[in-house]
Structure formats: structure tokens, C-alpha cells
């Protein structure tokens, strides 16, 4: 048992005990709340994807001309609950279930995907034909199907196979058939009254189990996730911390956590090549640099918080990473081989934590030149969850824009730009940070210098002072906001909306519960998913409703 | 010597020096500096790091007397002037005389008007078209180096100070790596690649000096592996001297040798002609052309068997390993 798996069963132990020690306390002492309204929460591409693959097997190549995902409050996963299917996103999802369907019945991968042999293969087969609907059916829509879904398919399969005499080519449409249903390319969330407590409303046992394996896994639930629930299982809360250890434990875990950061840092906009840089300027930032860049920091997360099940604050000061030879060369340091390996910055280097990694560094900076405003902005709203206004309409940015001008550095640029007032505020909350980081250029490469004058990289940080990045990154790890942030990033990850008012009181708990714990990722997961915020709701959201 | 480079120098000391004493790995165990950082060595990667200033050739091909230097503008004002070829004067002749056991040759002027200077192959190569500037040979040279068909790297050891030192040393490796090259079609700083297992391909170490940022060292000998479409093969220069511009982690200038017109015909000849004449040349012409070689009097056929070369070359720094 490795030390991670160890730490599973004693947080999953521990939930039991607290289960049984507290009566009907089932969340650990958790504030007593109601979550707020659920909705239809659309798969991503990814969860799209990774469902397809754990369902029908990872040969299956899904296509990517599948309906745009939408970020909302910051989160794909909670776009993810206001978005529906155009009409011609439903034709993409239609070609795209076709494709599947022919791979997943086609002659090399059907022997894996279907259990029964049909009595012919140039006809109808029922029997053989409804073992696979019910089958595959459960796992797609995350719960047993109704007779007459099931019924409905089998019609399909059937007389698609009479007509094309074939058997495979009628099950395909009956598969087909499944995978454009809105049960499977949306997560419905289903409620239902409290029998402990008729004013209240909880999800369904299914419909936890979709939320918990989605949250961990980023995938729909195994049969043994969907058994737990079906049976009732998952009612009880010591079931479902066990079901919740045994999915971290997983190694699709590492599929979830790499999902939830992927969206908080926002590195689809990589995956879909909208992280540009002059290709003169920065001649280093090829595709493959680019991609490796999201990956470094990725996997250093996993390492850390994973692997390793460190504090989390220390992401922002650790050393610790992953590189490949590209990367090598954006940071100037020796690392050969073919591919990844673990590495160590220097302890008297000028790099420490995500924030020094090339990939936020491109994300949050412009294609010609690095951005103090943008890197602030994005410390502030993404990591300290502080709300920033949008910059007013009629703001003239020629002066922060002209890097070859008389003012010769950032912090120059902008200390002129902020003399206008109606920028001042928001900026003296963004730039100070962002500054920190003007060692950093466009591409997140080292340099003490910009057109010449030395850039001075030192701030404050509400109230603590550094001289550099490496400073910047202790102040953000010692900031009494970062732990609440990402508790609160993570809930509205896994519950897809923003937290309504009545909620504060349980984030409040879940933070005190992780830092307690160190900040232990593992921990938070734990108490969030046992959780009235996770486990009950107001209602369904109407449809007018928008992200609070 | 600019300050950013003695910094970037002192780093890549540091982290070299530091690896040395110790630094550990999990891994691989390898490590390496941080160069440009100020700090000291950071560990990861693969291969042990070599205690020395490395390079990688980002260009490397035929210099042309005649060449646009709007095409190499890193050349200008280094080794090549519109009114004389600096290369050297690697006979110590003024047109190689006539005494028996010379090759009698016409020499260039260095644009100072110093005589002398060497370049015989020029003669040669200026009678085939695809062996001009931006031609086939040129062309296929020039990309040979950037995507590890002829990758090259070079190591300047004893450096102290990159503008004025009395003693450095120069060695060129081939490597089986391939550089990381931009979005600009260029080569990039700062990458890793490890000299070629085999020694063969490790040049003899030329010794010189720094003068006013300008390195010249030599004589060495040197063999290029190279597997360049239907040819490979090892390209031998011999008796070469080197002369570099080194800059803000750049260095230009050109290595000047000899070069057998065996190699050259082993090289560029057969297989360019007898494989669907690619390059477009007559082979009998070809073959009448090494007839000016201007070098390697060999005393049992009284023939001259080389021919004086110049080739340009272009590096920036990288990190090498064993």
C-alpha cells in the first residue's frame, strides 16, 4: 500500500468513525446548508471525451468538432451548467456519435464492447441487442435506463439491422442513438426530498455518484460507483467517502485534478493555440514548447499535491518540477535527453512555484511583451478570488503599449498610465503584483533588463513586502486568501455555479477542515464531497437564471 | 567583454562547477546551472554536464567571397569584406610558389591587404551552380545543420574572460542530437545536446587566444558525421584554424582547412551524380575542376590532393553533455 493509498483509507476510516460518532451529523460537523439550484451541466469536451474512452475503450478516436465549451465565472465547470446544444452543435454531436458508434461495433474493437454474440450477424438479434443497450446504456447515462429506453433502442438496432442485414450496423444506430441523447451529453442532475427532513432537497443517489466521479475523475462513474448508488448505498456518507477514497486512489484520479486546474488556469486557451507570441520576438515558443509548458506545470501539481500530498500554498514557492529539453532552453538551464524528467531549480535561482513556469507566464502576458496588468489580474482574481472591474471603455493604452518610447520599463509605463484616475484604482491592485514578475518576459524567459535599465521587481502584497518573484510567490503563499480561494474554486467547480449566500458558512468549514489538514488536497476533497453544498440543492435552476 | 557575458559565463561556471561537487538526482543524475540566473546549479535531465562554454551551430556552409550579405548580416564587419576573404594563410605562402612540393595556386587579400590568404576551394566551387550562395549544396548544408542531418557543437574551454584571454582552447564534436530551432527557422539558445558517443567525431583540441572579443585558435583536425539524404558520411577537415566573433551568447567567424578532394568527390560528387544527378552537375567536369585543388602535394603522384576551404559558421550557446 503506498503512502497515498494509505492516506485514502485513514481519511476514509475517519469519515466513518466521524459518521458513527456524530449520529446524524453526517459531514463532520459541517455547517447544516442548502445547496443551491442544480441544472443540466453539459459535458465538456474533455469529460466528452474521457467518458467515451472509459466507457467504450481508449482505441476509440473521438472527434474534436464537438460543440464549443463555454467559460463562465472563470470555469468551464460552471459554463458548463448555462450552456445548451445549437442546432449545429447537435449535428457535430450526430457526426461524432456516428464515428463512434462505427468504431466501437466495428470488427477490431466490438469483440471488447459487446458481450454477447448475436444468433446471426446479418440480422436482428433482440436479446443480444438489449444486453448491450442495458450495458453500455448505464454506463453513458450514468444510471440503469428505463424499460422503454431501452425498449426504444432495441427497436432501432432491430430494424436498422433488418434493412442493412447486418446485425453490428444496426446496433451501431442504436448506439448512435445513445450517445446524441441529451442523457448522456448532459449531466442531469436530479433531486428529490429529504426523507430525514421533508423541507429539504437532496440529489439523487445517482446523481451523487455522477457528480463525485466527474469532480475526481473527470470521467462518468464505474459500475461500482453506479452499483453503490443504485442500491442506496451511496445515501450514507461513510459509503460515500469510501467510494470517494477509492476514486482518489484511482489512477484516474489524475485525470481529475490535472481537468480542475486545467480549467482554473484557464490552459484550454493553449490546447486551442490562442497563447500566440510574436514569432520574431520569441522564436522559442513553437507549438511543442507550448504544450510542454501546460505540461510541466501540470504535472508538477499532480507531483505535488498527488504524489507527494503537499501543502498546497507551496505550489507557489516550490522548486520542484518537471522539464524536457525545450523547456531546458527557455529556462536557460541544462537538461538533455528525449523527454521528461524531474528537475530542481536552483535554490538561489530566480524561479520558485507556477508562477515562474513558462506557461503562466505566456498566458498572462501579450504576444509581444509581458503584461504586469494581466499577471496581477490574474493573481488577484484566479488565485486570491478578488473581483477586478473591467477597464472602462475609453482607456487609452498607448502608453503602456509603447515598449520602444522614453519610459523604458514596465513599472515606468505603467506608474505613467496610472496617473489617469479612472485607472489608478484597479491598477494599484494588479501591478504591484504583476511587476513581481517583470524578470519573467513574454515567454516566462529570465531577464534582469528591459531596453536596457534593470527592472526592478519589487512590491507589496497587502501588506508584505518582496523584492522579486521568489519573494512575491512566499506573500502569495503566506496570503490568508489563497487557501479559501481555492476551496471556493473548487466548489464551484463541483457543483457547477457560484456558491448563493447560505453557502459562506460551509466554505468557511470546508477551508477551516483544509487548512487544518495542511492544505492537503486529498483532505478538501474529502470533506467537500460529504458535504450538504455537494449533497443537496433549492431546486432545479430556472431557466432565466444566471451565474451569481 | 560585455557585462551580460561574463554573467552568463560565470553562471554556466558556477552550475558546472557546483554539479561537479556533488549535486544529486533521483534520476538520471545529471545536473547542470542556471545560466543567465546568477544562481547556482539547479539538477535534472539526462547526461553529465561538460565543464565548459558549449555552443551548437545554428548555420554552417561554403563561404562565398561574392556572397549577399543581406542574407548573412551576421558576417559583416567579422570575416568576410566586399574587398578581400579573411581567412588564412594556412601555408605560409604567397600563391604557394613553384617549388616542387607545392601547389601552385592564386591567393586572396584579407581586406586589410594582408596577402596570402588561402581559399582554393573557391576556384572550384564558383564553376557549379548548385554550389553557390543559397543553391542546392548550399541550401542542403545550411539545413543539414539545423535538423540534426549534421548537427555540430563546439566547447570553448579555459575562458575567463570573453573579450581578452591569452589561452582557450576550442574542440568540435558532431552530435546525434538535433538543436531546438524557433519559429524563425533558427536555432535556439540555451539548448542540451550531448557530443557524439564516439570520438571519432571529437575534433584535436586547437589551442588560442581572445583578442578584443575575436577568438582564433588552431591548428586542429576534425571529422563531421553527417547523414544527409542518400550521403553519409564523414566530412574530414584537416590542418583547420578557426576564427570567431563572440558575442552576447553568439559566435561567428569561420573555420578555414583543408579538405581532400577524395572527401570532396566521396561526398558531393558521386553521390550527387550517380543518383539521378541531383545537383545538376556534369561528373566530368566535376572531376576536371578538383583539378585545381591547391593543396596536399602528394610526392608519389605529384599531385595535389586537397583544396583550401573556408566555411562560415554561426553558433549560439548551449548546454553539452557526455
Not at chain 1, 450514507?236 to 469510501?242: D, I, P, R, S, V
Not at chain 1, 541544462?334 to 508562477?355: K, S, T, V
Not at chain 1, 460551509?506 to 488536497?521: M, N, P, V
Request: with cysteine.
Amino acid at each position: 500500500m503506498t503512502h497515498n493509498q494509505r492516506g485514502r483509507c485513514i481519511a476514509a476510516l475517519l469519515a466513518v468513525v466521524a459518521v458513527a460518532c456524530a449520529g446524524s451529523d453526517t459531514s463532520g460537523g459541517a455547517p447544516a446548508t442548502e445547496g443551491g439550484p442544480v441544472a443540466l451541466r453539459r459535458l465538456t469536451s474533455q469529460q466528452y471525451t474521457q467518458s467515451i474512452h472509459d466507457v467504450l475503450g481508449n482505441d476509440i478516436v473521438v472527434p474534436s468538432r464537438i460543440e464549443p465549451d463555454a467559460r463562465l465565472e472563470g470555469l468551464l465547470g460552471v459554463g458548463a451548467s448555462f450552456v445548451s446544444v445549437t442546432p449545429s452543435g447537435f449535428e457535430k454531436y450526430e457526426a461524432a456519435a456516428t464515428a463512434i458508434a462505427e468504431q466501437a461495433l466495428g470488427s477490431e474493437l466490438r469483440g471488447a464492447n459487446l458481450s454477447c454474440e448475436p444468433s446471426s450477424a446479418s440480422g436482428a438479434d433482440d436479446s443480444c441487442a438489449r444486453e448491450f443497450i442495458a450495458t453500455i446504456g448505464r454506463r453513458l447515462f450514468r444510471r440503469t435506463l428505463a424499460e422503454d429506453e431501452i425498449a426504444r433502442r432495441v427497436a432501432i438496432a432491430a430494424s436498422s439491422a433488418t434493412e442493412l442485414g447486418d446485425f453490428y450496423a444496426g446496433l451501431e444506430m442504436a448506439l448512435t442513438s445513445l450517445l446524441v441523447s441529451p442523457n448522456f451529453l448532459f449531466r442531469v442532475e436530479e433531486i428529490e426530498p429529504d426523507p430525514a427532513d421533508g423541507s429539504r432537497l437532496r440529489l439523487t443517489s445517482t446523481s451523487v455518484a455522477t457528480r463525485l466521479s466527474y469532480l475526481i475523475w473527470n470521467s462518468t462513474p464505474d459500475d461500482e460507483l453506479l452499483d453503490a448508488a443504485e442500491s442506496g448505498a451511496l445515501l450514507n456518507t461513510g459509503n460515500l467517502a469510501a467510494q470517494a477514497a477509492r476514486l482518489l486512489d484511482s489512477p484516474k484520479a489524475e485525470a481529475g485534478i490535472r481537468a480542475f486546474f486545467s480549467d482554473l488556469l484557464t490552459f484550454r486557451r493553449i490546447d486551442e493555440g490562442l497563447v500566440r507570441k510574436s514569432p520574431t520576438e520569441f522564436p522559442a515558443f513553437t507549438l511543442t514548447l507550448a504544450g510542454d509548458a501546460k505540461e510541466q506545470t501540470l504535472r508538477t501539481i499532480v507531483d505535488h499535491l498527488v504524489t507527494n500530498e503537499l501543502d498546497l500554498r507551496e505550489l507557489y514557492t516550490t522548486r520542484s518540477t518537471f522539464l524536457t529539453p525545450s523547456l531546458g532552453s527557455v529556462y536557460a538551464v541544462p537538461f538533455g535527453g528525449g523527454g521528461w524528467g524531474p528537475y530542481e531549480f536552483a535554490e538561489d535561482g530566480p524561479r520558485a512555484g507556477l508562477l515562474s513556469h513558462v506557461s503562466l507566464m505566456s498566458i498572462t502576458a501579450h504576444p509581444g511583451r509581458s503584461s504586469a496588468t494581466l499577471r496581477g489580474k490574474f493573481v488577484r482574481e484566479v488565485l486570491l478570488c478578488q473581483d477586478i472591474p473591467d477597464p472602462p471603455a475609453n482607456v487609452d493604452f498607448s502608453i503602456v503599449e509603447n515598449t520602444g518610447g522614453e519610459l523604458r520599463t514596465a513599472r515606468e509605463r505603467l506608474g505613467e498610465h496610472v496617473t489617469n484616475d479612472a485607472c489608478a484604482g484597479c491598477h494599484q491592485l494588479m501591478d504591484p503584483i504583476g511587476l513581481a514578475f517583470e524578470n519573467f518576459d513574454a515567454i516566462g524567459a529570465y531577464r534582469t533588463q528591459e531596453n536596457g535599465v534593470d527592472i526592478d521587481a519589487s512590491g507589496n502584497l497587502d501588506g508584505q513586502s518582496y523584492d522579486d518573484a521568489i519573494g512575491m510567490g512566499q506573500a502569495l503563499r503566506d496570503h490568508e486568501s489563497l487557501g479559501p480561494c481555492m476551496t471556493r474554486n473548487l466548489y464551484r467547480y463541483a457543483v457547477g455555479r457560484n456558491p448563493v449566500s447560505g453557502e459562506q458558512a460551509l466554505l468557511t468549514f470546508l477551508d477551516d477542515r483544509f487548512a487544518a489538514s495542511g492544505y492537503r488536497w486529498g483532505s478538501l476533497i474529502d470533506a467537500l464531497v460529504v458535504s450538504d453544498g455537494f449533497l443537496t440543492a433549492s431546486g432545479q435552476r430556472e431557466a432565466e437564471e444566471v451565474a451569481q | 567583454m560585455k557585462n551580460n557575458s561574463l554573467k552568463w559565463v560565470l553562471a554556466v561556471a558556477m552550475g558546472f562547477v557546483a554539479s561537479a561537487c556533488g549535486s544529486t538526482n533521483e534520476g538520471a543524475g545529471a545536473t547542470g546551472g542556471s545560466a543567465g540566473t546568477g544562481g547556482s546549479a539547479g539538477t535534472g535531465g539526462t547526461g553529465n554536464a561538460r565543464e565548459a562554454l558549449g555552443y551548437v551551430f545554428g548555420d554552417f556552409g561554403f563561404l562565398y567571397p561574392d556572397m549577399n550579405l543581406e542574407t548573412y548580416p551576421n558576417m559583416e564587419n567579422t570575416d568576410f569584406g566586399e574587398e578581400g576573404v579573411r581567412g588564412f594563410d594556412l601555408d605560409g605562402q604567397i600563391g604557394g610558389g613553384t617549388d616542387p612540393g607545392t601547389c601552385l595556386h592564386e591567393d586572396f587579400d584579407a581586406p586589410d591587404g594582408t596577402p596570402g590568404i588561402d581559399y582554393g576551394l573557391w576556384s572550384f566551387l564558383r564553376q557549379f551552380e548548385p554550389m553557390r550562395q543559397s543553391q542546392l549544396i548550399d541550401s542542403v548544408i545550411s539545413s543539414a545543420v539545423k535538423n540534426g542531418e549534421m548537427s555540430i557543437v563546439m566547447e570553448l574551454g579555459g575562458v575567463d574572460d570573453m573579450v581578452n584571454d591569452d589561452e582557450v582552447t576550442v574542440q568540435i564534436f558532431s552530435t546525434q542530437d538535433s538543436p531546438l530551432v524557433g519559429t524563425d527557422g533558427q536555432v535556439l539558445p540555451n539548448g542540451t545536446l550531448a557530443v557524439h558517443p564516439d570520438s571519432t567525431y571529437h575534433s584535436t583540441i586547437a589551442t588560442g587566444a581572445i583578442v578584443n572579443g575575436v577568438l582564433v585558435a588552431g591548428p586542429f583536425d576534425v571529422s563531421l558525421k553527417f547523414n544527409i539524404q542518400i550521403v553519409d558520411a564523414d566530412m574530414q577537415l584537416t590542418d583547420n584554424w578557426i576564427r570567431l566573433t563572440l558575442g552576447n551568447g553568439t559566435a561567428s567567424g569561420i573555420l578555414s582547412g583543408h579538405w581532400s578532394t577524395a572527401q570532396i568527390d566521396e561526398i558531393i560528387g558521386t553521390p550527387t551524380t550517380q543518383n539521378g544527378n541531383a545537383a545538376g552537375f556534369d561528373y566530368t567536369e566535376f572531376l576536371a575542376a578538383m583539378e585545381a585543388a591547391d593543396a596536399g602535394y602528394d610526392e608519389e603522384s605529384g599531385e595535389c590532393t586537397s583544396f583550401t576551404t573556408i566555411f562560415r559558421l554561426e553558433a549560439v550557446t548551449a548546454f553539452l553533455t557526455d
